[in-house]
């Protein structure tokens, strides 16, 4: 696979820069569906959320690190919250930060998260469960 992020350069890219690349290059790779989603978020980076029935979701984040300067120096990808401990799988729970340079590594790691069970969807998710940033809390009977 190539590595677009080698060439980019903490010195002369932006933070939007290297998010466009990151959430084009996660549209590319990942499995998305109904209960597999992609989304931005609004300081750059992207959220990964697994959809699952009757539970809350899980939650994935890429942020982009800034060095002393303001420009982009790594990538962090983070669990928010661990979801579907149904059929006897659990999903993944990871802290991964590797240098800009290597951000196709977390592009890897995030196809192989993509591709976890998840059996449910968006609107079933909204039916029992509040979003509140990037966290679901359950609502109130």
């Known amino acids: 696979m190539d590595n677009v992020f080698s060439s980019l350069s903490h010195i002369s890219s932006t933070v939007c820069e290297v998010s466009n690349i990151l959430i084009k290059q996660a549209k590319e790779k990942l499995s998305l ?3 597999v989603q992609l989304g931005s978020l609004t300081n750059g980076g992207l959220v990964l959320t697994l959809h699952n029935k009757e539970q809350r979701p ?17 990538l962090v990808l983070d669990t928010i919250y661990v979801g579907n401990k149904s059929n006897g ?5 990871i802290k991964e930060v590797q240098p800009l340079k290597y951000g196709n590594v977390i592009i890897n790691t995030l ?9 449910g969807e968006q609107d079933n998710t909204l ?3 509040k ?7 359950p609502k109130a009977n």
């Open 33 to 35: 569906s109904q209960s």
């Open 58 to 74: 899980t939650v994935y984040t890429v942020e982009i690190k800034t060095d002393k300067l303001g420009g982009p120096s790594s």
């Open 89 to 93: 799988k659990q999903h993944k729970a």
């Open 111 to 119: 196809k192989e998260l993509s591709e976890q069970f998840a059996d």
């Open 127 to 129: 039916s029992n469960f």
């Open 131 to 137: 979003r509140l940033g990037l966290f679901y809390i």
